[in-house]
């Protein structure tokens, strides 16, 4: 991760932060999944930058209110700014992150390359979330949301997500 | 309004993912298999979020009060400027893949070149849109491919879509006022710079998938001036019921 690429988050406002989760994936917190690119009060109000995972991620808008309500809790207000650049990718997600994605269930990004191989169907690299295999294979380049692809495992015949790699 | 080229810029490139994207969402429960329903509202749920973008960019240079909303449901027909390829009917699937194939090789070649522009918003929504695109086209050429080299009922299909659809190629690089003002201005793309190449790698994709590439040089054109086929009116209708019949309403 680049410097310009780190998120200026204010240590004291983690606490709340890790209690939003994303809604599609609600084992990963706003902090795991990189999506708050700055967090920041100042005058009583706390400002935050958000950066879609997708354009249309319909996540963001709950994620929003989700963030305005954790902070009312504590008697804080939020102002919430949607930003696009720099776009997010999957580097932004936290090793803590995405070994509780794999625990939930859902496969986490290869390398960029790698991802390329076996979205085309060239290579089987894609670990089985639930058996632990490398044994299985795309059913569909798109998955539940935006974010993931459909896969097969042939070893233990169990269907799961795959968190693609957006770089 | 100030910025009154800019404005219709934006539209001239929001309007084609908005419509697309509804004609896309039409298909949600009605695909031929579970994988590509998915698949299909996907892309749609991607177009829309481009939509939504460059729509609250639009309503703020505007300086109207406008909201993005006002902007999806409330202008008239002859106010859209998307091309005609993108309001043509779900007429059947091959349909639907022909039409998201020869838009998705435009739409990836645009934002290649946006994403480069000195306006900083539209570069951001480019920046991001181009990790979705390519993946819509890897999408629809993948099946552009499997429909016209497999059987030959798909084969036929897919032929008759491309033949048909072929005809609204030639307007994605008609060069409108706002664009023409935008390239001076050193913002716009000039869309006419990418034609050859565009029908070089759709060709490329066509032949791959032993379809014969279209010899019509009729072309029609229009949508992007606001002079739509009689698909739109339709589309807007379906769109806009709710605004229009309830307005200002919420849920």
Not at chain 2, 107 to 113: A, C, G
């Amino acid at each position: 991760m680049t410097l310009t690429e780190k998120p200026n988050i204010q240590q004291d406002l983690v606490p709340v932060l890790k209690t939003v989760s994303d809604p599609e994936i609600p084992v990963l917190s706003v902090l795991d999944l990189g999506v708050i690119r700055e967090a920041i009060e100042e005058n009583g109000i706390v400002h935050i930058k958000l950066t879609p995972t997708y354009s249309g991620c319909p996540a963001m808008d709950v994620i929003g209110d989700d963030l305005k309500a954790a902070f009312s809790e504590i008697g804080k207000k939020v102002e919430v700014e949607l930003i696009l650049s720099p776009a997010w990718s999957t580097d932004w997600i936290s090793e803590e992150g995405l070994q509780k994605m794999e625990e939930y269930g859902i496969a986490r990004p290869l390398s960029e390359t790698a991802d390329k191989d076996v979205l085309l169907g060239e290579k089987k690299l894609v670990k089985c979330p639930q058996c632990g295999s490398t044994n299985t294979h795309l059913v569909s380049q798109f998955g539940s949301t935006a974010c993931k692809a459909l896969f097969k495992c042939d070893d233990c015949q169990e269907p799961f997500d795959y968190f693609k790699c957006l770089k | 309004m100030k910025n009154k080229n800019l404005y219709n810029y934006i539209l001239t490139i929001a309007d084609n993912s908005l419509i697309l994207a509804q004609r896309l969402g039409e298909l949600c429960g009605h695909g031929p298999n579970l994988e590509t329903d998915i698949a299909l509202t996907n892309i749609s749920l991607d177009l829309l979020g481009q939509t939504r973008s460059y729509y609250q960019y639009a309503a703020k240079i505007s300086g109207e009060g406008k909201t993005e909303d006002d902007i999806a449901f409330l202008r008239i027909e002859r106010e859209y400027k998307n091309c005609l390829l993108v309001e043509q009917p779900n007429t059947h699937f091959g349909y639907v893949i022909g039409r998201q194939f020869l838009f998705d090789v435009y739409h990836l070649m645009l934002m290649e070149k946006l994403q480069n522009s000195p306006d900083e918003t539209l570069a951001a929504i480019a920046k991001k849109g181009i990790k979705e695109v390519s993946y819509h086209k890897r999408f629809s050429s993948d099946w552009v491919k499997r429909l016209g080299d497999g059987t030959e009922e798909s084969n036929t299909k897919m032929q008759e879509a491309i033949d048909d659809l072929w005809r609204c190629t030639d307007e994605l690089f008609f060069m409108t006022d706002a664009e023409n003002a935008m390239v001076k201005e050193g913002i716009g793309i000039d869309v006419s710079s990418f034609k050859g190449k565009y029908y070089k790698e759709v060709s490329e994709v066509l032949k791959e998938a032993t379809l014969t590439i279209p010899e019509n040089k009729y072309f029609t054109k229009g949508g992007k001036e606001g002079i739509h086929t009689e698909h739109m009116g339709y589309i807007l209708a379906d769109l806009q019921y709710m605004q229009r019949t309830y307005p200002n309403m919420t849920w």
